[in-house]
């Protein structure tokens, strides 16, 4: 192999080693998902954040999150087509008047700290929180039937993800629901396929879980960017 040939295999070499160096260095661009997010010295998250994406309403322009909030500011967004480093965001707080409308001030959190569903409406131009003390699996597939919850615990609160997780012996061809506070509102279901969020008694029944077999079962619901549960057989 003459000298020439040496030389170009070790350029290309030199080439390659830059470029591959290069990709690993680029900084990440995460992509937002269009929609409502939550954000706020009051919330677990301090900018724009992926797990600050609020959940769709049963209306147009309602939206809603659970979080731990405490005494501090909140500010929504309405993002299409934004990334971190380059976000397209549409700023709503309260106006003189209190109402939710876009351009509106930080919202002032002074609630009692502690776990809250929070819901925005741009239509009604309202927010709304419900303080959640517990939460808890009841029905005809659990030991207390439909008369007594078994509590489920919070056992993971990562970057503002809630993961509430319970052991629990239940009957096949059964049926269950999620509940807060052992009241019927606010509560989770399926609808038309769906874990779907009642949040006032005034509001339609999600409907119920049905258990296919016995067995002992790690239930666990979790309450992100998304709402989701698992029934788990063990």
């Known amino acids: 192999m003459n000298k020439i040939t040496l030389l170009s295999i070790a350029i290309l070499s030199s080439f390659f080693i830059t470029s591959c160096d290069d990709e690993v260095d680029l900084p990440p661009v995460l992509e ?6 939550i954000q706020g010295d009051a919330t677990p998250y301090d900018g724009l954040d992926n797990n600050g994406l609020m959940i769709d309403g049963n209306a147009e ?20 087509n934004s990334t971190t480093e380059n976000p397209n965001s549409t700023t709503f ?3 003189g008047e209190g109402e939710f409308v876009e351009g509106g001030n930080a919202i002032a959190c002074t609630q009692t700290p502690g776990y809250y569903f929070f ?9 709304d929180y419900v303080a959640i003390n517990s939460w808890g699996v009841i029905g005809s597939a659990t030991p207390g039937g439909w008369g007594e ?6 056992v993971s609160s990562d ?7 319970v052991d629990v012996e239940l009957k096949g061809g059964e049926w269950l629901k ?4 052992d009241q019927w509102a606010p509560q989770f279901g399926v609808k038309d396929g769906k874990f ?15 258990v296919e077999e016995t067995g002992l079962y790690t239930v666990k619901m979790t309450l992100g960017a998304a709402f989701e549960y698992e029934l788990i057989k063990k």
């Not at 937002?32 to 997010?37: A, E, L, S």
């Open 61 to 80: 322009g309602q939206a809603t999150k659970y979080l731990n909030l405490k005494s501090g500011s909140i500010t929504v967004t309405r993002e299409k």
């Open 178 to 181: 999620f509940r807060a506070n």
């Open 32 to 37: 937002i998902f269009d929609g409502y997010y």
């Open 196 to 210: 779907a969020l009642r949040l006032y008694e005034s509001e339609d029944d999600p409907g119920s879980i049905k």
């Open 119 to 127: 819901r925005s409406d741009v239509e009604a131009k309202s927010i």
């Open 159 to 165: 970057n503002g993800v809630y993961v509430y997780s």
């Open 149 to 154: 919850d078994t509590d489920m615990a919070l």
């Open 93 to 95: 707080g309260l106006n």
